[in-house]
T-cell receptor, first 111, second 115 residues
Framework: DGGITQSPKYLFRKEGQNVTLSCEQN?????MYWYRQDPGQGLRLIYY???????QKGDIAEGYSVSREKKESFPLTVTSAQKNPTAFYLC??????????FGSGTRLTVV | AQSVSQHNHHVILSEAASLELGCNYS??????LFWYVQYPGQHLQLLLK??????LVKGIKGFEAEFIKSKFSFNLRKPSVQWSDTAEYFC?????????????FGKGTKLSVKP
């Protein structure tokens, strides 16, 4: 089955640590996206990538970093510079200008 | 900048009631419009989408939405809701033809259906 796999499902981070969230897709989609979902705030775009080796900042990129070395993979690193990292993180992929396919998400908690 | 407004944060209905969730967007050009649904504990799923053609779009599970260009609206409707429709609903807009393919989402509307 084609789809998007996010791992881990739950992640706990100590203050000051960097953590990396995995996102892999086998849909052969060119574009991939990272969103953050907070209660009452909908989905806010962190980073997106339209092609391999290229990515752009979204609305709330501060404290995050990404890479796109392969078409299938778009990992997100939450750095210690992110002041409020506790949230639900969603990865998505699409063909450009079409609807998205979402992963099942990673819930990150700072302890 | 583009934005999407969903008018209701939380809607509570009894089973068999009719549903209409409002969505307005701010963008003057051609747009693609979407409604996504997130059932409790599940990931986001596409409910329906509008790209062009008939402005009345039918989606899964009896949902439909009407694109009214003059009102910049894309309201979601269902004639008779069921308890299983309890979920959070997100409207999203994509500026068609732009260099960016990313969707702008509204803040979501929680729908609670009482049995």
């Amino acid at each position: 089955d084609g789809g998007i796999t996010q791992s881990p499902k739950y992640l706990f981070r100590k203050e000051g640590q960097n953590v990396t969230l995995s996102c892999e897709q086998n849909l052969n989609h060119d574009a991939m996206y990272w969103y953050r979902q907070d209660p009452g705030q909908g989905l806010r775009l962190i980073y997106y990538s339209q092609i391999v080796n290229d990515f752009q900042k979204g609305d709330i990129a501060e404290g995050y970093s990404v890479s796109r070395e392969k078409k299938e993979s778009f990992p997100l690193t939450v750095t210690s510079a992110q002041k409020n990292p506790t949230a639900f993180y969603l990865c998505a992929s699409s063909r450009v200008n079409y609807g998205y396919t979402f992963g099942s998400g990673t819930r990150l908690t700072v302890v | 900048a583009q934005s999407v407004s969903q008018h209701n944060h939380h809607v509570i209905l009894s089973e068999a009631a009719s549903l209409e969730l409002g969505c307005n967007y701010s963008y003057g050009g051609t747009v693609n419009l979407f409604w996504y649904v997130q059932y409790p504990g599940q990931h986001l799923q596409l409910l329906l989408k509008y790209f062009s053609g008939d402005p009345l779009v039918k989606g899964i599970k009896g949902f439909e939405a009407e694109f009214i260009k003059s009102k910049f609206s894309f309201n979601l409707r269902k004639p008779s809701v069921q308890w299983s429709d309890t979920a959070e609903y997100f409207c999203a807009v994509n500026a068609h033809g732009g260099s960016q393919g990313n969707l702008i989402f509204g803040k979501g509307t929680k729908l609670s259906v009482k049995p």
